[in-house]
């Protein structure tokens, strides 16, 4: 560590991991699909402390890991077109997710009764999310963004990312219902002002921006991060959850992009937050994953297989129920896998039971572990099942609610 307080070390092995971690990626991805982010998960514990011992985490490494998230959360808000899956695709996720939740919470208070978990409540909330941010490049890989497959996967992407977001935000916070209320209505007017000022501030200036996306004054790279990180700070200062933030800058981006030809946009923004910002992320987690907890006491290395079925059961079963009137077996199946991929909501969720004291190290370790074998497995099944369905248009704009 130097004078800074910056330990230099530690910081360029988590770059050196996250780059290495695209190279293996790029060197098996003719044999085998293995998402990008779980190798850097997986490197970030081999030199994590509880490994080799290279990198460990520290205020500086979670300051950029945060940055990370915050972007991971921007790029989920900003690949969901409310205004496409608005309709029947969100109106099943809504009520897919409600299930879940359901579900999870059931299946949280048996483990909580049986002694094997502390809190219902966060084990629940863990369980009943999608980490749709995480699929995401993993489906435009795939040529799924685009299809009718694609349009329901966002929808129940969206409520299983956004809806245990909210969680976080009300339900964990130590302010009251009405605090938290008050809190709420207050970003959301912030928040629609600064989207009605972006997309009248395109509209007028778009000129300006795409002739400086060449250049070296990046103007829309840079207001795009001033958005970002401005909604982050924001909803950190009130107390909300900076996951909250970034998910709603994309969310604005979006709306105030609609219609325009965004292609050497969307590219910069790819470079700058797959490129360096999210990978950081995801390593630092592996960093700070308490493996040691698991290793200490091999029977909590059976929470891990449990843990995964779990996810599979929680958020697997709405896909299976409730889509049936608009996908084939096949598809719904595949739905079922891909929305039961879990990761970065569970390593909010964890961090803050364990420091609230509401959740073991060990089981918030095994959650982890079994969120990143769910990353690894489940949309690797669910391309799998999507190979062999017969090939279908593009997905209209939008498709109505039926009557």
Known sequence: MDATGVDAGSFLAIVAVAALAAVI???????????????????????????????????????????????????????????????????????GWLLSLVLAYALGGLLAAAGIVLSLLFVGSAMATTAIGTLIPILRDAGELKTRFGTYLLGAGAMGEFGPILLITLVFSTKTAIENALILIAFVIVAVLAGVIAVRSVGKGWDLVERTLETSSQLAIRV?????????????????????????????????????????????????GYGFLIPFFFVASGINVDLGALIDDPVQFLKVPMFVVLFLIVRGVPALVLYRRVLAARDRAALAFFSATELPLVVAITTIAVE????????????????????????????????????????????????
Request: hydrophobic content about 60%; overall charge negative; glycine content about 10%.
């Open 25 to 95: 990626a790029g060197m098996v991805a003719t044999k085998l699909v293995v998402p990008v982010v779980v190798l850097e998960l997986v490197l970030g514990i081999v030199i994590g402390p509880e490994v080799l011992g290279i990198a460990e985490a520290d205020p500086f490494v979670d300051f950029f890991s945060n940055l990370g998230l915050g972007m991971l959360f921007f790029f989920a808000g900003y690949e969901i077109d409310f205004q496409r899956i608005k309709g029947q695709p969100l109106k099943l996720a809504g009520l």
């Open 356 to 403: 609230e004291g509401h959740m073991h190290s060990s089981t918030a370790a095994s959650l982890i572990v079994a969120a990143i074998c769910s990353t690894a497995i489940f949309p690797i099944v669910g391309l799998k099942l999507r190979a062999s369905a017969p090939p279908e248009p593009a997905a209209p704009a939008a498709e109505p609610a039926p009557a």
């Open 224 to 272: 795009t991060v001033v958005i970002v990180f401005a909604l982050a700070a924001l909803a950190a200062s009130l107390g909300l959850d900076l996951l909250l933030g970034g998910f709603v800058a994309g969310v604005i981006l979006r709306l105030a992009l609609r219609g325009r030809e965004v292609e050497v946009l969307e590219s910069k923004l790819t470079a700058v």
